[in-house]
């Protein structure tokens, strides 16, 4: 079984509708992140968390929430979706404080808004 | 806005030759990841390599750190058309975690 998955897998929605997206992982991990992809960009953090209740933003975290209720899981919200808020979703998680640490990263969540 | 940046954007080779990618960054670092990403997939942790390292290696894979001139290089050797993907760096200053992603290197391999 995966250590990090998301769900869905892909979404269609379109303009002004909330939709959360889902992510839960068995690693045991304290901290994780959600990042968007866009083509010819990379990644783009949009928020992080280093324990449960703890939340702070990414580069990039206008137009999204986040939920942290447990260890396991943490959610990525859209208020309200918008056509540039298209791109491939992921979440990830890591173990270690600053420095040396990897990231460990879901399948992904393919968000189409039109 | 993005640290690392990936050189070339795409490159093609043959199967069995040796690939070659560069990564600069523009702050200082305190370790540097090479990540890989198949197609519509998850990245894939391949190699850190930490600021006061000059080379490391990982099975088919070596990495070097230039942090005098913030940059970085990873070179798969004998390489396999499975080595086909997308290759990231993440360089990570420290600082609250903030791990910033260049936009990558496509790596072909053709059979």
């Known amino acids: 079984d995966a250590d990090v998955t998301q769900t869905p897998r892909n979404r269609i929605t379109k303009t002004g509708k909330r939709i959360m997206l889902e992510c839960s992982q068995t690693k045991g991990h304290d901290r994780m992140y959600w990042y968007r992809q866009d083509p010819g960009l990379g990644l783009r953090l949009i928020y992080y968390s280093f324990d449960v209740k703890d939340i702070n933003k990414g580069e990039i975290s206008d137009g999204y929430s986040v939920s942290r209720q447990a260890q396991a899981k943490f959610s990525l919200s859209l208020e309200s979706a918008i056509p540039n808020q298209t791109a491939l979703y992921f979440c990830a998680t890591s173990a270690a404080w600053g420095g040396q640490e990897t990231q460990y990263f879901g399948p992904g969540t393919r968000l189409l808004v039109l | 806005s993005q640290q690392g940046e990936e050189d070339p954007q795409a490159l093609s080779i043959q199967e069995g030759e040796n690939a070659t990618m560069n990564c600069s960054y523009k702050?200082?670092?305190?370790?540097l990841q090479w990540y890989r990403q198949n197609s519509g997939r998850g990245l894939v942790h391949l190699i850190l390599i930490r600021s006061n390292e000059r080379e490391k290696h990982s099975g088919r894979l070596r990495v070097t750190l230039d942090t005098s001139k913030k940059s970085s290089s990873l070179l798969i050797t004998a390489s396999r058309a499975a080595d086909t993907a997308s290759y990231f760096c993440?360089?990570?200053?420290?600082?609250?975690?903030?791990?910033?992603f260049g936009a990558g290197t496509r790596l072909t391999v053709k059979p």
């Open positions: 702050t200082s670092i305190n370790n």
């Open positions: 993440a360089t990570d200053g420290g600082n609250n975690n903030d791990m910033r």
